[in-house]
């Protein structure tokens, strides 16, 4: 373990070191600069002037905006003699099964290739290029023949590789403890309980006012409302991430919750933002993907027959296609468990120098997708601002959901922490669907690789995705599927197979979130 001023230490050190390549950077040092002919700045106190002038003029506050969503971002550091592989994954089992998980991802797509005998990658004709320059803002109008393209994977799949996960340290040895776990996840993980998780999420409490709580004992919801809207307007005003992220914690007014998650994520959409979302553009046109088709397919399947979302389906297609080729996504894979699939130039096969990443961003797209992105248009409709909310929403979360790791968030620790909730509080229920073959994790598992995406309502669900964004972490996903079931264990309790349980369970579109969580978290008895 590192002491705690060697890990600071290397925490500023890191941060330093990313700043210094931003465009934040040269900002500050042409402010800086333009700062030394104004007549407030004296040579005899030439630093502590600059610094006020930063401070006065609002760039100390970018600063610490900048520095603050790296610390979200970044994983503390690990100890200096530890190997690289320990900052992406510390447990060697589950780089292994992240590994052969990958390569039966990459079996499927290279299979799908050679079936239909359509390459990688090409460059598209000039005639194409201009077809889809034309109509790039009325995609959904397209209607390609994608019947022969298949979703390299669905959540499904990938269940089934975590239910097979195995600590290889306990494989022959006794522990009682875990072994009364009778879930689908069988890894030694630890996962909070009922009191750990009330003390994280304090603000949910049933006395704190929060939006999405049509009444509260304490406080008349309208008055509530009010004053938060209020205090919500300053915190804009003040223009402070670290602030913003602890308001939405009570939840976001709607007028103002595009502008708060920005502020959150430190997009601020600035020039050189919109131009390299135009370049990403550029290499759309230019270069045909044969992961272009399974991002058509996914939006087609999911997004353009869901009634919140159908809409949007050119916003998706401008967002996806764009994301798939944006290389700065790569840099994710640091302190993620998964590694980027590479591909070889055409008769090169093997030769490291003729290696590239594929598709450019590393990120082989599954079935559901696209619902990463579909509820953020109801927020953005900017697609250069779009495009940047879900890309740092990506990389802060929602790769944690298809990657196989240990981290609190991963989705391991999520089933775990769900399973452990429903057995911990719901006992009868949870063996009694186990008894009939309804093991509850194949119902929720959908619904937490998808964040809860196309299964309720937007404001709830974005409601939702408010306190992700405020106590920076997935857990809460897991904590509402053991509520869902806990406010259905009475039909649930009478079902007697895994299809009358699911068909309990296949309308969230009418829950209500935040009484949910509330009830499960505050009025369980533990």
């Known amino acids: 373990m590192l002491d705690p001023d060697s890990g600071l230490s290397l925490t500023i050190a890191r941060i330093v070191q990313r700043l210094k390549g931003s465009s934040l950077h040269s900002q500050l040092e042409r402010q800086a600069r333009v700062s030394l002919h ?3 700045i004296k040579l005899e106190s030439l630093k502590e002037d600059i610094k006020d002038f ?4 609002g760039w100390e506050k970018k600063l610490q905006n900048a520095v603050y969503s790296e610390l ?24 292994k099964a992240q590994g052969s998980w990958e390569k039966r991802i ?8 050679t079936e239909l005998s359509i390459p990688l990658a090409q460059k598209r004709p000039v005639n194409e290029q201009k077809e889809l320059l034309n109509k790039w803002n009325e995609m959904g109008t397209d209607e390609p023949d994608l019947s022969l393209f298949r979703p390299v994977y669905a959540p499904k799949d990938f269940l089934e590789v975590l239910m097979n996960l195995r600590n290889p340290n306990y494989e022959n040895g006794e522990q009682p403890s875990f072994r009364s776990h009778l879930g689908l996840i069988q890894v030694p993980l630890k996962v909070k309980d009922i009191p750990e998780l009330k003390e994280d999420f304090s603000e949910l409490g049933l006395n704190i006012g929060q939006l999405g709580i049509d009444d509260s004992a304490q406080v008349p919801p309208e008055f ?16 402070d991430s670290a602030a913003a992220q602890q308001y939405v914690r009570q939840g976001c007014p709607t007028a103002l919750r595009a502008d708060l998650w920005a502020l959150i994520l430190n997009i601020s959409n600035q020039p050189e933002d919109i131009l390299y979302y135009e370049q990403l553009k550029s290499n759309v046109i230019q270069h045909d993907l044969l992961v272009d088709s399974l991002i058509y397919k996914d939006v087609k399947l999911t997004a353009s027959n869901d009634d919140y979302y159908f809409v949007f389906e050119d916003y998706l297609y401008q967002v996806l296609l764009c994301f798939s080729r944006d290389t700065s996504v790569l840099e994710h894979f640091t302190y993620s468990s998964a590694t980027p699939p590479k591909s070889y130039i055409r008769g090169k096969l093997g030769m490291e120098e003729y290696a590239v990443f594929y598709p450019p961003n590393g990120v082989i ?5 696209s619902m990463y992105v579909a509820p953020l248009c109801f927020l953005y409709h900017e697609p250069p601002k779009l495009y940047q909310i879900f890309r740092e ?14 981290h609190p968030s991963g989705i391991v620790s999520l089933c775990l922490l769900f399973e452990t909730l429903l057995q911990t509080h719901l006992p009868q229920l949870f063996y009694h669907l186990r008894e009939i073959g309804a093991q509850p994790l194949r119902i929720s598992f959908k619904w937490m690789v998808r964040a809860f995406s196309g299964y309720l309502a937007t404001d709830q669900l974005l409601l939702l995705w ?3 964004l405020g106590y920076n972490s997935l857990e809460i996903l897991a904590v509402l599927a053991a509520a869902v079931f806990a406010f259905r264990a009475v039909n649930l309790m009478e079902v007697t197979s895994l299809a009358a349980a699911e068909a309990v369970l296949a309308d969230l579109s009418t829950l209500k979130v935040m009484p949910l969580l509330q009830i499960f978290l505050f009025a369980t008895v533990t």
């Open 365 to 369: 797209p599954f079935h559901g997708f």
């Open 38 to 40: 104004k007549p407030e």
């Open 224 to 239: 509530f409302e009010n004053e938060h809207v209020r205090v919500g307007q300053k915190v804009l005003a003040e223009q």
């Open 393 to 406: 929403m990506y990389v802060r979360f929602f790769f944690r959901l298809h990657s196989i790791s240990s």
């Open 106 to 113: 990459l079996k499927s797509l290279n299979s799908m290739c």
């Open 54 to 57: 930063l401070k006065t003029s």
């Open 72 to 95: 979200n971002v970044f994983p503390s550091p690990c100890h200096p003699a530890a190997p690289p592989e320990h900052m992406k994954e510390p447990l060697a089992y589950m780089r």
């Open 466 to 468: 408010d306190r992700i």
